[in-house]
């Protein structure tokens, strides 16, 4: 069964509005989450890594004010996009370990696609 | 800097053997994985490789060569609902993937 939880799976927001994207890992603590972000016939390109209790890592080109991440807790990350515009209409999605080895794969939530109008 | 290179598309007919190659260069190197990814959905994980060598699993196999900084993954008896985008990413360092462009895979019978 899925490992990783993601909601919404789909939200059409207007442009100028705040989206709020909700990761859980489920029967397991995640201290580290990470978020993808993955345009039409594209590769899923890291956004950031979401630390718990601390601040996120962001990637070159990603700007933290837009894409606020938040995780308050060693199940849940959340990712905002603020003042979402229609270049922002994407499919993101969460990802995380069960284990720390770096041979424990990731496992992806079914995913966001978001789409502003 | 940060490459990793697949075919973009591959076509095969049910019943058949396809190899799908990445070849990558990365600043660090903690082994590589494979991921199936269907249209609108979340990938999903296949295999993964730290030492040289083939890893079988099944109908998918999967190789590394870390001298030649290359892989491939092997699809044997293809089905139909082999139909997905193949992706090869490369673990950095224990934390996230890096992952490359995918191979679109259409199978048909």
């Known amino acids: 069964g899925a490992v990783v939880s993601q909601h919404p799976s789909r939200v059409i927001c207007k442009s100028g509005t705040s989206v709020k994207i909700e990761c859980r890992s489920l029967d397991f603590q995640a201290t580290t989450m990470f978020w993808y972000r993955q345009f039409p016939k594209q590769s899923l390109m890291l956004m950031a890594t979401s630390n718990e209790g601390s601040k996120a890592t962001y990637e070159q080109g990603v700007e933290k004010d837009k894409f606020l991440i938040n995780h308050a807790s060693l199940t849940l990350s959340t990712l905002t996009v603020t003042s979402a515009h229609p270049e922002d209409s994407s499919f993101y999605i969460c990802s995380a370990r069960t284990g720390a080895a770096y041979n424990s794969p990731l496992h992806f939530g079914n995913g966001t696609r978001l789409t502003v109008t | 800097g940060q490459n990793i290179d697949q075919p973009t598309e591959m076509t095969a007919t049910e019943g058949a053997i396809v190899q799908i190659n990445c070849t990558y260069q990365?600043?660090?190197?903690?082994?590589l994985f494979w991921y199936q990814q269907h249209a609108g959905e979340a990938p999903t994980f296949l295999s993964y490789?730290?030492?040289?060598g083939l890893e079988e699993k099944g109908r998918f196999s999967s190789f590394l060569s870390r001298s030649k900084g290359y892989s491939y993954l092997l699809l044997k008896e293809l089905q139909m609902k082999d139909s997905a985008s193949y992706l090869c990413?490369?673990?950095?360092?224990?934390?996230?993937?890096?992952f490359g462009k995918g191979t679109t895979l259409s199978v048909s019978s």
């Open positions: 990413a490369v673990n950095q360092a224990g934390t996230a993937l890096i």
């Open positions: 490789n730290v030492l040289d």
């Open positions: 990365t600043s660090g190197f903690n082994g």
